[in-house]
């Protein structure tokens, strides 16, 4: 008798578990391969985070940064090249007057070869080396090494191309 229920039991949790899977349009499964696409980004949506900088004759490629500031230069670039003239600060940035001012969203940010930053909401600086200060962040410069950087960008003042 005891086994007769048992199975009854057991067979009646089996029904009610199997019925129930999927019945729900919802389920936190479901829901997190939904987000999972909803925010997968697009071909088009990488590229928008990209741009180009060139030195001389090299081109990098930085990947703009989640501010607003980075959209905004994103932006401008997407309108025409942009030109800055970087000069040498402290032997280990180049710092350049932007042709317009980009909203600010500083934090106090360590930062490290490769960063690009916005200063005082119209300068760009291109590190090369470490500092700590109050920044926005634009973006960062990909795949070069910090040995890399400091050779491209030298010693002195150097013309840099966003596109």
Same mark, same amino acid.
């Not at 490629?61 to 800055?84: I, N, S």
């Not at 001012?101 to 909401?121: C, F, H, K, V």
């Given at each position: 008798?005891?086994?007769? $229920?048992?199975?009854?039991?057991?067979?009646?949790?089996?029904?009610?578990?199997?019925?129930?899977?999927?019945?729900?349009?919802?389920?936190?499964?479901? %829901?997190?391969?939904?987000?999972?696409?909803?925010?997968?980004?697009?071909?088009?949506? #990488?590229?928008?985070?990209?741009?180009?900088?060139? &030195?001389?004759?090299?081109?990098? *490629?930085?990947?703009?940064?989640?501010?607003?500031?980075?959209?905004?230069?994103?932006?401008? &670039?997407?309108?025409?090249?942009?030109?800055?003239?970087?000069?040498?600060?402290?032997?280990?940035?180049? #710092?350049?007057?932007?042709?317009?001012?980009?909203?600010?969203?500083?934090?106090?940010? %360590?930062? %490290?070869?490769?960063?690009?930053?916005?200063?005082?909401?119209?300068?760009?600086? #291109?590190?090369?080396?470490?500092?700590?200060? %109050?920044?926005?962040?634009?973006?960062?410069?990909?795949? *070069?090494?910090?040995?890399?950087?400091?050779? $491209?960008?030298?010693?002195?003042?150097?013309? &840099?191309?966003?596109?």
């Amino acid at each position: 008798m005891i086994k007769t $229920l048992f199975l009854i039991a057991l067979y009646g949790c089996t029904v009610l578990f199997t019925g129930c899977e999927g019945a729900a349009p919802d389920t936190p499964q479901q %829901s997190v391969s939904a987000a999972a696409e909803d925010t997968a980004l697009t071909m088009e949506e #990488v590229q928008d985070m990209r741009i180009t900088m060139t &030195v001389g004759d090299t081109e990098l *490629v930085v990947t703009l940064a989640d501010t607003a500031a980075a959209q905004e230069l994103a932006q401008k &670039v997407r309108e025409g090249a942009v030109t800055v003239t970087l000069n040498e600060y402290g032997g280990f940035e180049k #710092v350049g007057k932007l042709p317009w001012a980009l909203t600010r969203s500083d934090e106090s940010i %360590s930062t %490290s070869p490769g960063d690009i930053m916005l200063y005082q909401g119209n300068q760009m600086t #291109v590190f090369y080396g470490t500092n700590s200060w %109050s920044y926005t962040r634009l973006g960062r410069i990909d795949d *070069v090494t910090a040995q890399e950087l400091e050779t $491209l960008f030298g010693e002195g003042d150097i013309t &840099v191309t966003l596109s």
